[in-house]
């Protein structure tokens, strides 16, 4: 069934691919240059450290950038001015995890909105941005885009299959539209092959660093000194949390329990009393946690400082592999190359 399910789910987005593909469905044009970060799979790819990263290096070069989001898991889908550059005006709850932490992280406009390309064209005619970047972009044709950057993580390649049986929201060979295809970095080498006739191709990987979070200066722990000594309760609501694990692991943290919750996962008191029962059922007093999530979880201080939980929250770095300087020239030049 979910065979069947998939094969017709393909043969509706190829329809609406096409239609954009001749001009049956047109596609809005911002005045300014419009970049996509996306993938073609549901979730997991790591766009947000991503975007984060893109606007930051635009910025550093003198651009003033707007980033455009869905805002997954806020309470309502209204057109949210989420900061306006320099003040972040809302609470994850009206404008999504994702939406906070990039205003959090970087000097760009941000805005939520269901419909991305209105959210585009608004933001360009309210805040004049040089940049226009849409996070989660790539299968939102109604935006017409300047540059098209799509992620692809070694998951997107093993299940090829469409949902609701695999994970690909488009077909692989979608990435033909792409004009940067970006592979993580532990994917293996026999996949690259189907993307060999598509964009420029470069490699990229998220690194996470854990920082203390919930201390006085005088609680402040020495994270590398005890990171291989102390057992570590981590709690995440992302896609792919196993990454996120796989990653903490890998910095010799001594990861004794997983609680996992679903994407965009809104935390209630409840929540945080489940959690935190589990970790003195194991004699836990360490909490990790991605920064995303604790965007949501930070209004719980007082309870987790009650019950002694000191909390680690891990940043997630998007880096281009050893080719960022030609990642950087790849996008300037493209901007500089519009504007004469």
């Not at 455009?68 to 995890?97: A, L, Q």
């Not at 406009?109 to 849409?134: C, F, M, Q, W």
């Not at 770095?317 to 960022?324: D, L, V």
């Not at 990642?327 to 004469?340: T, V």
Request: glycine share 6%; hydrophobic share 35%.
């Amino acid at each position: 069934m979910l065979t069947i399910l998939s094969f017709i789910f393909k043969i509706i987005v190829g329809i609406r691919n096409y239609a954009f593909d001749n001009g049956t469905l047109k596609s809005h044009k911002c005045k300014a240059f419009v970049i996509s970060v996306g993938n073609l799979s549901a979730g997991g790819t790591g766009k947000t450290p991503f975007t984060i990263m893109l606007s930051n290096m635009l910025s550093e070069n003198g651009f003033k950038t707007a980033v455009v989001g869905r805002g997954y898991g806020r309470e309502h889908n209204k057109y949210t001015v989420v900061s306006d550059g320099e003040n972040i005006k809302k609470n994850p709850d009206e404008c999504g995890d994702e939406m906070i932490l990039i205003a959090q992280r970087t000097g760009s406009i941000v805005i939520a909105n269901t419909e991305k390309y209105e959210a585009a064209l608004r933001a360009d005619g309210d805040y004049s941005p040089h940049i226009i970047i849409v996070d989660d972009g790539f299968q939102h044709r109604q935006l017409s885009r300047d540059i098209d950057i799509l992620l692809i993580d070694e998951q997107t390649v093993k299940n090829s299959f469409m949902m609701p049986r695999g994970r690909l929201r488009e077909p692989l060979n979608s990435a033909k539209r792409a004009d940067l295809i970006c592979i993580k970095n532990n994917i293996n080498q026999k996949y690259l092959k189907q993307f060999e006739d598509c964009g420029v191709l470069l490699k990229y990987d998220n690194y996470p660093s854990g920082k203390s979070l919930f201390f006085s200066a005088s609680e402040e722990l020495d994270l590398e000194i005890e990171n291989t000594k102390m057992g570590i309760t981590l709690v995440s609501a992302i896609a792919n949390s196993s990454n996120f694990e796989g990653s903490v692991e890998n910095m010799g943290y001594n990861i004794l329990t997983n609680i996992r919750f679903a994407d965009h996962h809104s935390y209630s008191i409840e929540d945080v009393k489940t959690i935190c029962q589990k970790m003195k059922d194991y004699n836990i007093f360490y909490l990790g946690t991605t920064e995303k999530d604790f965007v949501k979880l930070r209004r719980f201080e007082k309870y987790f400082r009650k019950k002694e939980i000191k909390v680690l929250v891990f940043e997630i770095e998007s880096k281009i592999s050893h080719q960022q300087e030609d990642f950087n020239k790849f996008i300037l030049e493209r901007i500089r190359g519009a504007k004469n």
